[in-house]
């Protein structure tokens, strides 16, 4: 074969590759099976969910600690009584749930991770007002409105490693299915003040495994969520646009600790958007604390973090 023939047929090769690439009909992933820009969903802003405390029942199945004690037919904030009769808790995490209620009954406030100023553990922290998701290509970071604007990461396409050592938020790894976000967080530390997945003061344990998914729904789709939100909780005066009509971000996560549990349990959080811009908070200890008679426990260290 000639030279000039040879280069002919490169030169066809190469102007099939490049209408093929031009049509969009090119075979077989073209970065290694992982979703392209244009595929991932777009999470961005500030978003909002001025409920109290929070967590949506699911529409079915085993759901999350809810409130005895209600005010206008829902959740009454003023009054914490978590129901320790819930199937999903074990006998013991029922007590603790129980004994947490009784304190709220007797008109004092227990503490939590909330109102004490420390890191708040998921999925304890779905409860916050407030939400911004920064997306990345290896990497989601999500910042929370209370207290001091905590945040937590999580890395893209990547495995928990075999060894986890326990933070405040776990180890989060996430990845896309299509359209959702996929979470999936293990080891939140337990060796901590104030160790809850919710307000109730229900506890949990180092086998703790929880498994977020993010969603855009039309607002159609996502009033069946803002429904069961409002027939449970406590709606909350802080800004949102009520008269939004647009996308919503939808949140449904499932729990599981065999060591607090009896089964996997979901809620969700349905989110809308701000009419208004991210405010600046603060979360201020308070060493002489309002709860039981005696001081607050303030985080302290022996030496610097850094």
Same mark, same amino acid.
């Given at each position: 074969?000639?030279?000039?023939? #040879?280069?002919?047929? &490169?030169?066809a090769?190469?102007a /099939?590759?490049?209408?093929?690439?031009?049509? %969009?009909q090119?075979? *077989?992933?073209?970065?290694?099976?992982?979703?392209?820009?244009?595929?991932v969903?777009d999470?961005?802003?500030v978003?909002?969910?001025?409920?109290?405390?929070?967590?949506?029942?699911?529409a079915?199945?085993?759901?999350?600690?809810t409130?005895?004690?209600?005010?206008?037919?829902?959740?009454?904030?003023d009054?914490?009584?978590g129901?320790y009769?819930?199937p999903?808790?074990?006998?013991q995490?029922?007590?603790?749930?129980?004994?947490?209620?009784?304190?709220?009954l007797s008109?004092?406030?227990?503490?939590?991770?909330a109102?004490?100023?420390?890191?708040?553990?998921?999925?304890?922290?779905?409860?916050?007002f407030g939400?911004e998701?920064l997306?990345?290509?290896?990497?989601?970071?999500?910042?929370?409105?209370?207290?001091?604007?905590e945040? #937590?990461?999580?890395? &893209?396409?990547?495995p928990?490693p /075999?060894?986890?050592?326990?933070s405040?938020? %776990?180890?989060?790894? *996430?990845?896309?299915?299509g359209?959702t976000?996929?979470?999936d967080?293990v080891?939140?530390?337990?060796?901590r003040?104030?160790?809850?997945?919710?307000?109730y003061g229900?506890?949990?344990?180092?086998?703790?495994?929880?498994?977020e998914?993010?969603r855009l729904l039309?607002?159609?789709?996502?009033?069946?969520?803002?429904?069961?939100?409002?027939?449970e909780n406590?709606?909350?005066p802080?800004d949102?646009?009520?008269?939004?009509?647009g996308?919503?971000?939808?949140?449904?996560?499932?729990?599981?600790?065999?060591?607090?549990?009896?089964m996997?349990?979901?809620?969700?959080?349905?989110y809308g958007?701000?009419?208004?811009?991210?405010?600046e908070e603060?979360?201020?200890e308070?060493?002489?604390?309002?709860?039981?008679?005696?001081?607050a426990?303030?985080p302290?260290?022996d030496?610097p973090?850094?």
């Open positions: 074969m000639s030279t000039m023939w #040879r280069v002919f047929l &490169l030169l090769v190469w /099939a590759a490049a209408a093929t690439s031009a049509s %969009g090119a075979a *077989g992933p073209a970065n290694d099976g992982k979703p392209s820009a244009t595929s969903p999470f961005s802003g978003w909002r969910h001025p409920s109290l405390p929070g967590f949506e029942p699911p079915s199945g085993p759901g999350p600690v409130n005895r004690s209600r005010r206008n037919g829902v959740s009454n904030w009054q914490l009584v129901d009769t819930n999903i808790l074990k006998p995490a029922a007590d603790i749930v129980k004994r947490h209620g009784e304190i709220s008109g004092v406030t227990y503490p939590t991770p109102n004490q100023c420390w890191p708040e553990p998921v999925p304890y922290i779905f409860w916050n939400m998701m997306q990345q290509p290896d990497k989601i970071t999500i910042i929370y409105g209370n207290p001091d604007h945040f #937590r990461q999580v890395r &893209l396409n990547q928990h /075999a060894q986890v050592t326990p405040w938020y %776990g180890d989060s790894v *996430g990845h896309y299915e359209e976000l996929v979470i967080t080891r939140v530390r337990t060796d003040p104030f160790a809850m997945v919710d307000a229900t506890p949990y344990t180092q086998a703790l495994h929880v498994i998914r993010y039309d607002y159609e789709a996502a009033k069946e969520g803002l429904d069961r939100d409002a027939r406590f709606r909350v802080v949102i646009n009520r008269a939004y009509r996308k919503h971000l939808q949140l449904q996560f499932t729990v599981e600790d065999e060591g607090v549990f009896t996997p349990w979901s809620a969700t959080i349905t958007r701000g009419s208004g811009e991210w405010e603060a979360c201020a308070n060493r002489h604390g309002y709860y039981d008679k005696k001081d426990e303030v302290t260290a030496k973090d850094f």
